[in-house]
């Protein structure tokens, strides 16, 4: 372990359209010590071409391909590789702000808690700022994980000087694997820090929002049930509350998606009309 690294761990899976810009979130970041480990689980698209054309421009990226296996599988073969203190997981379509890793630092050093998360905003595909802001709170306990994941994947970062790398459980696939991962990170000591500031964004594309609900409300219940070890009736509560706590979060993004196809049904005359206003 080097200490004071960042090891940013990136899985990709045809992320050819975003990836630059991700990485380019990370090269500009404030804070200098890092080194960041894009896995490519199997692309098929032109992602590592991406890729490549960064590796010599900055030794601090480093690349590994393997069979496509999910997100869990290619983050874990990541934090094998990595070398820092601090572990951060990264999706390739989200973005840092500059000052992202040396504010989340700073805040692990002053609170001397191991892991921190922080707000964020969300973003369209095109990069376009989406209304509303997701607020993190200043104290996160592993009660406030156990209704739902509070820690927003792209804002987290672990410090494993104390207790050491943690992995994420494979059979988990590429749902809730990050979920189970920070849930790991505040069972260590509790409990994480919450960065009031806005330090991140993250994208929401069509295929995201359209993936299938029910499967993944199943997949919610379970991971409370075999994962959490929660009773029927404390899973069947927290779905509950993770269900309408999803929809507070992701309302500007439903209000909007609603709102487009609603124009696209209009009638062509009505829909001209509304165009013009």
Not at 203 to 217: E, V, Y
Not at 247 to 257: E, F, N, P, S, V
């Amino acid at each position: 372990m080097k200490k004071g690294l960042v090891s940013i761990i990136t899985p990709c899976y045809n992320a050819e359209r975003y990836i630059a810009e991700t990485i380019a979130s990370v090269i500009s970041q404030t804070y200098p010590y890092w080194e960041m480990i894009i896995v490519d689980d199997g692309s098929t698209d032109g992602s590592a071409d991406v890729v490549r054309g960064f590796l010599s421009r900055d030794s601090r990226i480093r690349y590994f391909r393997q069979e496509n296996a999910g997100s869990a599988s290619a983050r874990n073969t990541g934090i094998r590789h990595a070398q820092g203190q601090y572990f951060a997981l990264l999706d390739a379509d989200d973005l840092w702000l500059p000052d992202f890793l040396a504010s989340q630092i700073l805040l692990l050093k002053r609170t001397g808690s191991i892991c921190a998360a922080a707000s964020y905003k969300h973003i369209d595909g095109n990069s376009n700022l989406l209304p509303g802001t997701v607020r993190v709170k200043k104290r996160i306990t592993v009660r406030d994980m156990k209704i739902r994941d509070h820690i927003g994947c792209l804002t987290g970062l672990y410090d494993c000087a104390k207790h050491g790398p943690l992995y994420l459980p494979e059979e988990l696939g590429s749902l809730r694997d990050d979920y189970a991962f920070w849930f790991q990170a505040v069972s260590l000591e509790g409990s994480a820090c919450g960065n009031q500031r806005v330090l991140a964004k993250h994208r929401l594309t069509g295929s995201r929002a359209s993936a299938d609900k029910i499967r993944i409300i199943g997949l919610q219940y379970r991971f409370y049930r075999k994962y959490l070890q929660e009773s029927p009736p404390e899973a069947a509560v927290n779905l509950i509350r993770w269900a309408l706590s999803g929809i507070l979060k992701y309302r500007y993004y439903y209000l909007g998606a609603f709102a487009r196809r609603l124009h696209d049904l209009l009638p062509g005359r009505f829909r001209d009309s509304s165009d013009a206003v």
